[in-house]
């Protein structure tokens, strides 16, 4: 959904960016690409997938998620290098803004999160964010407008990670408290610093 949006945006606003789609495919059991390829060649979207046998490596790593994404952002920061581009946009949205604050405080015990433009590597490439303000509902909204299938979480691991059951607890005060994720999103940019130590 992330890639039609930039596409259209780059042609209403005649941006002439050069985009091109790429996926790193973690060898997980079932993962498949095989939807992706038809949907960019019938858009005349340049695509790369870039297969990194993750699953092979993670049995034994205690923070599997961790583990994995910082591998896959290596490989996206590879391939940045070889396309000679400096922005790699991310399909984060509002509930992972939120939810990686929350994991952050309960398990490192430092209060930070995503960020709509991130620089890495010294600022020799950023990660970029367009959807940060959205949140999945309207996301899923967009994608059923545009015809777009969802497609099940393949990952092994993901039903017993730190992440889910983050979301199972927002879940479970979301039930009394519907404006948990916008509330807990609109803290990040509304700190009382004169209630906060230095």
């Known amino acids: ?88 946009a991310l399909a984060h949205h509002k509930e992972d803004v939120v939810e990686t604050l929350l994991l952050n405080i309960f398990y490192t015990g430092r209060m930070s999160t995503l960020m709509p433009k991130q620089p890495i590597v010294h600022g020799r490439f950023y990660f970029v964010r367009p959807i940060y303000y959205l949140d999945k509902e309207t996301i899923l909204g967009i994608a059923r407008a545009l015809g777009l299938k969802s497609h099940a979480n393949v990952c092994p691991y993901y039903k017993n990670s730190r992440r889910e059951t983050m979301r199972g607890m927002l879940s479970k005060i979301r039930k009394k408290n519907p404006d948990i994720y916008t509330n807990i999103f609109g803290s990040i940019f509304n700190t009382k610093k004169a209630y906060m130590p230095s």
């Open 1 to 88: 959904m992330l890639l039609f949006l930039l596409q259209e945006y780059s042609a209403i606003y005649q941006q002439s960016w050069n985009i091109t789609a790429a996926h790193i495919h973690p060898m997980f059991p079932g993962w498949t690409t095989t939807p992706l390829k038809p949907l960019l060649s019938e858009h005349n979207i340049p695509h790369t997938i870039v297969k990194q046998n993750i699953y092979r490596r993670i049995k034994d790593v205690k923070n599997k998620c961790f583990f994995c994404s910082r591998e896959r952002r290596k490989r996206l920061l590879d391939l940045a290098g070889k396309l000679d581009t400096f922005n790699i």
